[in-house]
Nanobody, 115 residues
Framework: QVQLVESGGGLVQPGGSLRLSCAAS????????MDWYRQAPGKQRELVAP???????TYADSVKDRFTFSRDNAKNTVYLQMNSLQPEDTAVYYC?????????WGKGTLVTVSS
């Protein structure tokens, strides 16, 4: 079992940037499929940044060219760099891991984009 802890959320003005981090408590981190989801108030949770172990990364259309996913296997951590943030990016952002058909979720970190 793996525990995921997100950090880096907060209040930011439109056009600003934030970097989210997700630390995983496992020695098998490299074998986990990792991605980020978000859930805005009153909306369903949506996938933001999938990651493939093959190294190819794609993003939701709503964040393409603004968000960048990365992972540091030496630190058991994944990141989500978010630039040009807009009010519609306001949501709780969740780190998600999958391995062996099992899903694991962090508790989430709140990102609020407002002037």
């Amino acid at each position: 079992q793996v525990q995921l802890v997100e950090s880096g959320g907060g209040l930011v003005q439109p056009g600003g940037s934030l970097r989210l981090s997700c630390a995983a408590s496992t020695s098998l981190f490299i074998s986990y499929y990792m991605d980020w989801y978000r859930q805005a108030p009153g909306k369903q949770r949506e996938l933001v940044a999938p990651v493939t172990t093959g190294g190819s990364t794609t993003y939701a259309d709503s964040v393409k060219d603004r968000f960048t996913f990365s992972r540091d296997n030496a630190k058991n951590t994944v990141y989500l760099q978010m630039n040009s943030l807009q009010p519609e990016d306001t949501a709780v952002y969740y780190c998600h891991a999958m391995r062996g058909g099992r899903d694991y979720w962090g508790k989430g970190t709140l990102v609020t984009v407002s002037s």
